[in-house]
């Protein structure tokens, strides 16, 4: 019964261990393709199309609190920002990707790098969250703990398991 019960546990954590992949996958795909839009898309349209759709707010309450703080992002976004962000998104996107494709091939060497992926990618969110206080980095702090226990926990089973012969 308890080794049934275990059996049970331990596919379970498999499963969460390649949803979590699944969802680590997809985010990166869309920090990927958004840092290649950002790219794309010039400093100069964000501000021109922000004011089109905020121009009838402001006319109605020019102290819209997200209006004004939409038209302030967009006044604020220079080219160094918006070639900062691409950067950014990509380069995380193309990191977490190749972590994930990694894992998802088994590759043993993969476990412990990722590991040191997510606790750096962490230490930066503590770090933004300090100057920014956005909530969001602190819940993808905690997804990236869970993430990393389940790395490891996988890590650990393949290890124990026996090699194919």
């Not at 379970?12 to 969802?23: D, I, K, M, N, P």
């Not at 349209?45 to 819209?64: F, G, K, N, S, Y």
């Not at 193309?94 to 040191?116: E, G, M, N, Q, T």
């Not at 962490?122 to 990236?144: G, K, M, N, W």
Request: without cysteine; aromatic residues 14%; glycine residues 4%.
């Amino acid at each position: 019964m308890i080794g049934r019960f275990s059996n049970a546990v331990e596919r379970r954590l498999h499963q969460l261990f390649e949803v979590s992949l699944l969802a680590k996958g997809a985010f990166a795909a869309t920090e990927l393709l958004s840092g290649i839009a950002i790219w794309l898309v010039s400093a100069d349209w964000v501000t021109a199309t922000v004011r089109w759709l905020t121009r009838q707010e402001i006319v109605e309450d020019p102290r819209d609190r997200l209006a004004n703080w939409l038209l302030g992002f967009a006044q604020g976004y220079s080219v160094s920002t918006q070639h900062f962000w691409a950067l950014y998104l990509v380069g995380h996107g193309v990191v977490k990707l190749a972590v994930v494709a990694a894992l998802a091939y088994r590759l043993l060497w993969a476990y412990p790098v990722s590991i040191f992926v997510l606790v750096g990618f962490i230490l930066y969110q503590i770090e933004r969250y300090s100057v920014t206080h956005a909530p969001i980095l602190i819940a993808l702090s905690l997804f990236d703990l869970v993430v990393i226990w389940l790395v490891w926990h996988e890590y650990q089973r393949m290890k124990a398991a026996p090699e194919p012969k």
